[in-house]
C-alpha cells in the first residue's frame, strides 16, 4: 500500500496536549484499496489527538456522504454516515497491535499513518441496509420486474444482473 502521506500524522514533534486535525475522503482516497465498496463521497473526518507521555489518544468524528447503490432497486443513492471512533497508541518497546483499537510504537515509530483506519471507518459507518426512502423513488422498471408483474414467461432475454437481483430478494 502506498504509504498516504496526506493521511499521516508525525506525531513526534507534538508537544504533549491536545491537537485537532482535519481530513476530507473522496473518491481518489478509496479508489487505492481494491476492496472499497466506496466510491463517490464526500466524508469528513475531525481527529483529535491527545498526546500523552505513554501514549496517543485519537477520537475521531466521521460525517459524510456517500453514494452507493439501493439494495432494492440498484440505481445509485446517497447514504449519510455519522460515527465515532478512538484509537490508542502506546509508546511501548516493540511494534505491535494488542487489540483493534490499541496499538503500541516501538522507540523506531515517529508517525501514524491513518489511511488504513479511515477506510475500515468508513465502511463500518455505512448502513447495512440502503434502500431508497421510499419504494416510489426506486426504479420501477426494476422493480416491476423484481414483483413479476413485467414478466412475460420468456427467460431467454432476462438481463443477467437482474437475474442476480432476484436471488437478494
Ligand atoms: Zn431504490
Given at each position: 500500500m502506498k504509504r498516504h502521506k496526506d493521511y499521516t500524522i508525525p506525531y513526534t514533534g507534538l508537544k504533549i496536549g491536545r491537537h485537532e486535525f482535519e481530513f476530507k475522503l473522496g473518491n481518489s482516497f478509496f479508489e487505492?484499496?481494491?476492496?472499497?465498496?466506496?466510491?463517490d463521497c464526500d466524508i469528513f473526518i475531525d481527529v483529535t489527538l491527545e498526546k500523552q507521555a505513554t501514549m496517543l489518544v485519537l477520537d475521531f468524528d466521521i460525517e459524510g456522504v456517500i453514494v452507493t447503490l439501493c439494495d432494492r432497486c440498484q440505481e445509485p443513492i446517497e447514504v449519510d454516515i455519522e460515527a465515532t471512533e478512538q484509537l490508542i497508541v502506546k509508546f511501548g518497546d516493540y511494534t505491535g497491535s494488542i487489540e483493534d483499537e490499541i496499538l503500541v510504537h516501538g522507540p523506531g515509530e515517529h508517525e501514524l499513518n491513518l489511511a488504513p483506519y479511515f477506510y475500515e471507518y468508513a465502511h463500518l459507518a455505512m448502513p447495512p441496509k440502503r434502500v431508497h426512502?421510499?419504494?416510489?423513488?426506486?426504479n420501477q422498471d426494476v422493480i416491476a420486474y423484481l414483483s413479476g408483474t413485467d414478466d412475460d414467461g420468456d427467460d431467454d432475454d432476462v438481463d443477467p444482473r437482474w437475474e442476480k437481483l432476484k436471488d437478494l430478494k
Open positions: 487505492q484499496f481494491e476492496y472499497s465498496e466506496i466510491g426512502d421510499s419504494m416510489d423513488q426506486c
